[in-house]
């Protein structure tokens, strides 16, 4: 034990002696891991408000988007072929198994007149199953019904942010509004999802058999009549990629695609979505915390520096210690715990006012923070590991000094 206590308490005394220029050395070490898990901590919180918006959209949701079209040899933008359409949806309804609700959407601009204001607008026409599809709350009034639907009726449900927008906060349901030549009613208002990919907050939804009526859809060289998407549910999430897999092989041989030919349609999941964004946001974090890990750097050359110091200062006891048979080892131990203890002290501080900044500004609602334990331990973790590398030097030094050389200095 008293093997251990020695160099503990000799490295002890040594911080003790100088305290200001300890508190210095800490201090850096402290700011640099408070930095590392406020960063880190906003990063994961970030990355869990995110992903739980989008999987309230329905994390067992798969999207059917027609593909690119090519011109020329050159190949467009997603979505900019007319592959997609209304009997393809029908034909996934009846012949894909495990499918809960399907939902097609036709989307257009149509200039919206409201009053005095006058603008234009994204106008989706879909079915009642919408709702089920993409987890949608009404606030106010009531959703697009299959009657609504079977008799192409003129009404509609918006956003939260449209009321805003269209209506100055003023209660929109059972007002009028018109699109393009035609009168509609507001019977709905949609509860708002919060900015986010895919927000329902900025849509304006009709029945699809009402926007037939108001527009031309498009058809393809078969006849069959041309939609935007097709959203469908599953009803057990661990045969989502089964039922991609029957959809995809149903919509080639639909559209006559042989071997080798490339999908001339584009099928993603939530699932596929909530893992690519939470890759993305998770290099975000780590790249905030290699930010923030640069202040730790900092402080580790500041540790270096006040060991380089304390050696020069120290080395008559460093030669007086050697001439009575204390070892290299001895010597490079006892500066290599003073440097351990400095940052793991400042690791330990730096965690707790990590902990503390992250724990107000989640509480005062400016941002969501996660502090998890793998945070700390990798915060602490690096702290100490600094006091390694940057002790290491200052150390062996100490150990290297000649006995009669460090004992005729002053």
């Given amino acids: 034990m008293k093997k251990w206590l020695e160099p503990l308490s000799s490295a002890w005394v040594g911080v003790a002696t100088h305290k200001l220029r300890s508190f210095l050395t800490i201090l850096g070490i402290v700011i640099g891991v408070a930095a590392v898990i406020i960063l880190m901590s906003i990063g994961r919180g970030a990355e869990k408000d995110i992903i739980s918006r989008i999987e309230s959209l329905g994390s067992d949701t798969i999207f059917i988007s027609p593909g690119a079209m090519t011109f020329g040899g050159v190949r467009g933008a997603p979505g900019s072929a007319d592959t997609i359409t209304l009997e393809d949806a029908a034909a996934i309804s009846q012949q894909v198994p495990y499918i809960t609700a399907i939902a097609p959407t036709y989307s257009t601009s149509l200039q919206l007149v409201i009053g005095s204001q006058n603008m234009h607008a994204q106008v989706t026409g879909t079915t009642p199953e919408f709702q089920q599809v993409r987890n949608l709350d009404i606030t106010n009034g009531i959703f697009l019904s299959e009657y609504d639907y079977q008799r192409g009726a003129k009404v509609a ?75 469908l549910t599953v009803s057990d999430r661990e045969q989502a990629s089964y039922v991609a897999d029957e959809i995809t092989s149903l919509l080639r041989s639909r ?70 048979g204390a070892r290299e080892r001895d010597i490079w131990g006892q500066f290599l715990i003073e440097a351990i203890f400095l940052t793991l002290t400042g690791g330990i501080v730096g965690v707790i006012v990590g902990w503390v900044v992250s724990s107000v500004v989640s509480t005062m609602g400016l941002m969501t923070t996660v502090i998890s334990a793998d945070i700390v331990i990798l915060a602490v973790s690096v702290s100490v590991g600094i006091g390694l590398f940057f002790g290491f030097y200052p150390a062996w030094n100490a150990s290297r000094l000649n006995p009669i050389e460090a004992l005729r200095s002053e």
């Fill in 255 to 324: 559209h006559q695609l042989g071997p080798g030919v490339d999908d001339d349609f584009t099928i993603t999941s939530m699932e596929e979505v909530v893992s690519m964004v939470s890759e993305m946001i998770g290099t975000l974090t780590l790249f905030l915390g290699a930010i923030a890990a640069i202040s730790l750097l900092v402080g580790g050359i500041g540790v270096m520096n006040i060991m380089l110091v304390s050696m020069l200062e120290r080395t008559r006891e460093i030669g007086i210690r050697k001439a009575l």
């Fill in 157 to 231: 449900v918006i956003g939260s942010n449209v009321k805003e927008t269209l209506f100055e906060g003023a209660d929109p349901v059972g007002q009028q509004l018109r699109m393009g030549n035609n009168i509609v009613r507001v019977i709905g208002v949609l509860e708002s999802k919060g900015a986010m990919m895919g927000s329902p907050d900025d849509i304006i939804l009709i029945p699809l058999t009402t926007l037939q009526q108001m527009v031309a859809q498009p058809r393809t060289s078969r006849g069959e009549r041309v939609i935007s998407t097709i959203a």
